[in-house]
């Protein structure tokens, strides 16, 4: 296996309730990424995402383009790390 960028975000504001998984799921199907997205019991949604970095980078603008008026605030943190996906999928 190779490495490649993983990325951990969480987006909070109004980000349940509004498709807001569906639509990263629809974005995720432009990049060559995989991960997952899922809601959090705390109001939030976590996106992991692993690919090359400008995939990842361009899928994560992507998503805050599309979701802007639901997402109140966004946190990042990334790695290089062996990949650990295959797909893209909402859990």
């Not at 998984?21 to 939030?44: I, S």
Request: a negative charge; aromatic letters at 10%.
């Amino acid at each position: 296996m190779t490495d490649v960028h993983h990325e951990t975000v969480y987006f909070s504001g109004r980000v349940q309730g509004v498709g807001f998984r569906y639509t990263v799921m629809q974005v995720a199907k432009e990049f060559d990424v995989a991960g997952f997205v899922k809601n959090l019991p705390d109001g939030r949604v976590q996106l992991e995402a692993e690919g090359r970095l400008e995939e990842v980078n361009s899928f994560i603008r992507s998503v805050e383009d599309r979701m802007h008026s639901y997402v109140r605030n966004v946190e990042r943190s990334g790695e290089e790390r062996t990949q650990q996906f295959n797909n893209f999928v909402i859990k």
